[in-house]
C-alpha cells in the first residue's frame, strides 16, 4: 500500500518561504562577513578583492542556506500534514473505547 504525501496549502508555502528568505539572508550575511574577514586577513586580499570576495560568498551561501531550510520547512510541515488524519483516527478511536466503558 503506497502512501502519498498530503500537497501542502499555498498559503503554508508562502510562510514557509518568507522564513527560509529570512533565515538564508542572515547565514548569507554572516557567512559574507567572515569570508571577507578571512579573504582580508589570511589570503591578504587586497580592498577590492576583499569587497568581491564577500559579496559573492555571502550571496552563494545565502542562495544555497535559503533552498536548504525552504526544503526543511517543506518536508516538516509535509510531515505534521500527514501525521494530522492519523492524530484524528487516534482520537476518535481512543473516544470510542472511552464510550464503551
Not at 12 to 31: C, I, P, S, Y
Not at 85 to 92: I, T, V, Y
Amino acid at each position: 500500500m503506497a502512501t502519498t504525501s498530503p500537497e501542502v496549502p499555498d498559503s503554508l508555502k508562502v510562510v514557509a518561504t518568507k522564513e527560509a528568505r529570512r533565515d538564508g539572508m542572515f547565514a548569507g550575511l554572516t557567512a559574507g562577513l567572515s569570508g571577507a574577514l578571512l579573504g582580508f586577513k589570511l589570503l591578504r586580499f587586497n580592498r577590492n578583492q576583499t569587497i568581491v570576495c564577500g559579496i559573492l560568498t555571502g550571496a552563494l551561501s545565502g542562495y544555497f542556506f535559503t533552498q536548504a531550510f525552504l526544503s526543511s520547512h517543506l518536508a516538516v510541515l509535509k510531515k505534521n500534514l500527514a501525521q494530522q488524519p492519523l492524530d484524528q483516527q487516534q482520537q476518535q478511536t481512543d473516544s470510542s473505547w472511552s464510550s464503551d466503558g
